[in-house]
């Protein structure tokens, strides 16, 4: 049985390969296409984007493989296109059964489940659903008793809402992702891979979807795979990909549980000692205090090849990122001490900044800057705040009434400022995420570098515009220049 599996995005490039690395590559739609693969299924990978010809591409699918399955992924910014991309298939043939999952699905089923294109949603984690779902349908029964999955019946249209099954616990017994099947997609192979180590995060963050998501099944929430399982896959990745050299260990936080990072830290090391071109890591980090002081801790990360963390500050100002965001707990002071420790010992430092947060007003923006000025990063990646349904910001943002139509327009997600702010308007917004880097780094670095990084952030404004700029920087001696031009570390993308 033919099953295709749909992923969508307007972070692309212009082209028949519209995802620029391997680091583009999805776990969610990854790990179920890789579940259905290895149950027996024919399963083909399709990449939408805002420039694909939807019902030729879909149409034309259709006749060559005859799929009986389509399997479909969206947070909220990408279901307008998911549904378009529903309703076409269904417009088709409508004997194909259309199942879709993803954060939106999860946290709006109600809505969702409306929507008569759908036969089915995935509540939460479905790589062993899924693949029941499809075992039914190929044996010719209607779908029915299935956990996690909301199940709408063909004939009278009735919904069958099943119960949740606990979070996955053994996370060593899912399937490695197969990145092959994207390879197709993929405009050129880079020298960065990711590989997903852990599930669901600790904190309770008001513009993060964890802290709802952790509430759709029983069993515990924060999960990591073994050190040999992620060892394993990460040999498996440079055995198919001899070019890579980074990896970026994606879990929400490795500061958990000190234990299982320190037992990484000597799976990774006793590694790379093995290898002819040691390997560098990546990690994202959520410092508990205690940490952001912790010298031998970061030295445990460097001696095992993590030399790049990325950290979520999102404003500098401590009243917004304990009030509105509740972030974990520290002071600027700790943080900036913390930039500088990791300096001393050779690490990178990548931030991440949100603009144009529900309460905050131009004076709590211009902290953010003095912080991130202060902390003097490797790297900072600025975002505008996007309301995804079914955090506690977004409720926040709609009981401001701040919730226009206007505002939850997917287009440039977290890239275009919308909504006026008391004290902070979106004009203003707009130019800050425009003009940060220029605040950041004007005399650290040469004008040319934080000209061109503004260019950039300018053109992220228009997918289009944005795709078309990738594609012309795809080709190598022009990507040499942009990371020549940029402020990134050696290694990001």
Known sequence: MNICCVYTTDNYIAGKKPLVSLVKIPFGIS???????NSGYDVQILVITPETDIRRTIKG???EHHPRLFCLTSVSSQ??????????????????????????????????????????????????????????????????????????DKENGTVEQNDSHPFIQDLDGLPFMDIKMWDRWIAHTTRVAQVLIGRGCPNTCTYCSNHA????????????????????????????????RYVRLQAETLSINLEYTYALCDRLKEFNAGLKY?????????????????????????????????????????????????RPRYTNRDIIDFCN???????????????????????????????VRDCNPQHV????????????????????????????????????????????????IQREFILFYYHVYRGRLPFYMIAAR??????????????????????????????????????HL
């Not at 205090?289 to 500098?316: C, M, P, Q, V, W």
């Not at 010992?345 to 131009?362: A, F, R, Y």
């Not at 287009?411 to 919308?418: F, L, M, V, Y």
């Open 31 to 37: 790990f179920i296409a890789t579940s259905l693969k």
């Open 61 to 63: 699918y259709i006749e």
């Open 79 to 152: 279901y307008p296109l998911i549904r378009d991309i529903a309703r076409t298939v269904r417009s088709i043939d409508d004997s194909i059964y259309l199942l879709l999952g993803g954060h939106h699905a999860s946290l709006n089923p109600e809505a969702t489940i409306k929507e008569p294109c759908f036969d089915a949603l995935c509540i939460g984690e479905g790589e062993f659903s899924v693949v029941e779902y499809a075992s039914q349908i190929q044996d010719g029964k209607t779908p029915s008793q299935i956990h996690n999955l909301w199940i709408r």
């Open 213 to 244: 998501l952790a509430k759709l099944c029983g069993g515990k929430y924060v999960r990591f795979r073994s050190p040999d399982n992620i060892i394993e896959e990460i040999n498996r990745i440079i055995i198919d990909y001899p070019t890579v």
């Open 278 to 326: 040691p390997l560098s890591f990546q990690i994202n980090l959520s410092p508990g205090k205690g940490l952001l002081t912790d010298k031998e801790f970061l030295y445990r990360l460097k001696s095992a090849g993590i030399d790049n963390i990325s950290i979520g500050l999102e404003s500098g100002s401590e009243k917004v990122r304990n009030e509105i965001l509740k």
């Open 341 to 371: 420790l990791a300096r001393t010992v050779g690490m990178h430092v990548k931030l991440n900044v949100l603009i144009g947060i529900p309460g905050e007003t131009l004076s709590d923006f211009q902290e953010t800057i003095a912080c």
């Open 381 to 428: 990646t600025p975002f505008i705040f996007y309301p995804y349904p079914g955090t506690k910001l977004y409720n926040m943002a709609r009981n401001m009434n701040l919730l226009s139509e206007d505002l939850v327009n997917p287009t440039a997600e977290r890239k275009i400022s919308r909504p006026d702010l008391p004290g902070f308007s979106k004009k203003q």
């Open 454 to 491: 503004a260019i950039r952030e300018f053109m992220f404004i228009d997918p289009k515009i944005n795709a078309r700029f990738k594609k012309v920087f795809n080709y190598s001696f022009l990507r040499n220049l942009r990371h020549k031009l940029s402020t990134d570390p050696p290694h």
